[in-house]
């Protein structure tokens, strides 16, 4: 079981970035998707969830209007877009497997190996 | 939202040694914990879920407790291959996961 995520980028201030995360060796549509951030030396903070079942979303409320989560069936592959970039947003950021359904209490047991997005004038 | 406090920030352990790292959350969560390790440049792996149930593949040297509001993480005999930075997360609440601050264990 694996997720793969794209290779780094780097945006400048203002610009927009979009991540994929491709998914191998499980039933794609079975599971939720979780994006998850780290700034350089700090600790891990979750951004937002979707569904690749249904395409339902939540989001992290500092995140709200800024995100966007989607997937793609025929590839396995969801993505995460975040606009409005600023110089706080560089990150790794990660994608993990969650539930696929928000009455169903689950962490994340499966992760990306992280992409670093650097944002920088 | 629900605020997950960990300590300590940092705890320096030598080869051998039984290690404890807490979790406080700001409201119950029941059993709804789980503890992860992050190995520098590394993405975190899960460790423990159900606030005590082993992830497969994980050694049983680590184990975790609690319930509630007041959780723990020991590793009864720190190996080499455990200096990392450890993090618990709740899962209590819909669509809303957090994390604690990290704890990073250190070689002494």
């Known amino acids: 079981v694996r997720l793969v995520q794209s290779g780094p980028e780097v945006k400048k201030p203002g610009a927009s970035v979009k991540v994929s995360c491709e998914a191998s060796?499980?039933?794609?549509?079975?599971?939720?998707i979780s994006w998850v951030r780290q700034a350089p030396g700090q600790g891990l903070e979750w951004m937002g969830w979707?569904?690749?079942?249904?395409?339902?979303?939540r989001s992290e409320e500092t995140f709200q209007g800024r995100i966007t989560m989607t997937t793609d069936t025929a590839t396995n592959t969801a993505y995460m877009e975040l606009r409005s970039l600023q110089s706080d947003d560089t990150a790794v950021y990660y994608c993990?497997?969650?539930?696929?359904?928000?009455?169903?209490?689950?962490?994340?047991?499966?992760w990306g190996q992280g992409t670093l997005v650097t944002v920088s004038s | 939202d629900i605020q997950m406090t960990q300590s300590p920030s940092t705890l320096s352990a030598s080869v051998g040694d039984r290690v404890t790292i807490t979790c406080r959350a700001s409201q119950s969560i029941n059993i709804w914990m789980a503890w992860y390790q992050q190995r520098p440049g590394k993405a975190p792996e899960l460790l423990i879920y159900k606030a005590s149930t082993l992830e497969s593949g994980v050694p049983s040297r680590f184990s975790g407790s609690g319930s509630g509001t007041e959780f723990t993480l020991t590793i009864s005999s720190l190996q080499p291959e455990d200096f990392a930075t450890y993090y618990c997360?709740?899962?209590?609440?819909?669509?809303?996961?957090?994390f604690g601050q990290g704890t990073k264990v250190e070689i002494k």
């Open positions: 993990a497997r969650a539930s696929n359904d928000l009455s169903y209490k689950d962490c994340f047991d499966v």
């Open positions: 997360q709740q899962y209590s609440s819909y669509g809303a996961w957090t």
């Open positions: 979707i569904s690749t079942y249904n395409g339902d979303t």
């Open positions: 060796s499980y039933t794609f549509n079975s599971y939720g």
